[in-house]
């Protein structure tokens, strides 16, 4: 081969293990496979005044817990994406869910998507947990680069990836067609090599010394993020 031309670094090509269903254990919350076990927290936490959260995912509200149920019965049984529930510790109850997607072990590249978070669940030490376990799981499967897509007009799903150590690479336009209307979608990442302290910043905003006697946090993730990109 002349060298002359870049072709870029060797690479280990051994596979990263496939994600399976397994429990995923947080000190706020554990993360386990979707199941209809999770149906009546879901719904309630999903529809009448919560409708809002689906805004900006595939599906719309449901008519009735029984069109619900069949929803969620699909994606308890699909291996990619591969659905977990996210428990809250303490009351047990499924307060959101997410999944592993487009899982290419060969090129160790794998997303995190369809995540829903009910109101139970926004803003809370555990939204943060169960992403942090999450990527913990994927880079010790041996994955490689982790991505983050979300609808361009998404300020709030931006915004978190950013504050959960992805990077911005640009956005995709005219990418989809989503309940009738166009979607830019955002495309975000994060590295093998940037996860170390990534997961160091994580570990520190979790730690419960973060969080005074209220449960107000003394350091932003956003600040240790920042600060870890910077070192």
Request: neutral net charge; aromatic residues 12%.
């Amino acid at each position: 081969m002349s060298q002359n031309r870049p072709v870029g670094a060797p690479v280990d090509t051994k596979p990263a293990l496939r994600p399976q269903h397994q429990t995923l254990e947080g000190r706020y919350v554990t993360l386990v496979p979707l199941s209809a076990a999770h149906i009546d927290d879901l719904y309630e936490r999903t529809h009448g005044p919560h409708v809002h959260v689906w805004d900006y995912l595939y599906e719309a509200p449901f008519a009735d817990k029984a069109s619900f149920a069949k929803h969620i019965e699909a994606k308890a049984a699909s291996t990619d994406p591969l659905f977990f529930a996210i428990l809250a510790n303490g009351s047990g109850h499924a307060v959101g869910y997410a999944t592993f997607m487009r899982i290419d072990s060969a090129n160790r590249v794998i997303e995190v998507g369809n995540i829903l978070y009910t109101p139970d669940l926004q803003r809370k030490p555990g939204a943060t947990e169960a992403m942090y376990l999450m990527a913990k799981h994927i880079f010790e499967l041996g994955y490689r680069r982790y991505e983050w897509k979300c609808n361009e007009l998404n300020a709030p799903s931006r915004r978190a990836a950013e504050r959960f150590g992805f990077t911005y690479e640009g956005t995709f336009r005219q990418h989809l067609i989503v309940k009738g209307r166009n979607r830019d979608t955002a495309w975000y990442s994060m590295l093998d090599s940037e996860w170390p302290k990534v997961r160091q910043a994580f570990e520190t905003w979790l730690d419960p010394t973060n969080f005074d006697a209220l449960g107000q946090q003394k350091i932003s993730l956003s600040r240790l993020m920042q600060d870890a990109k910077q070192a």
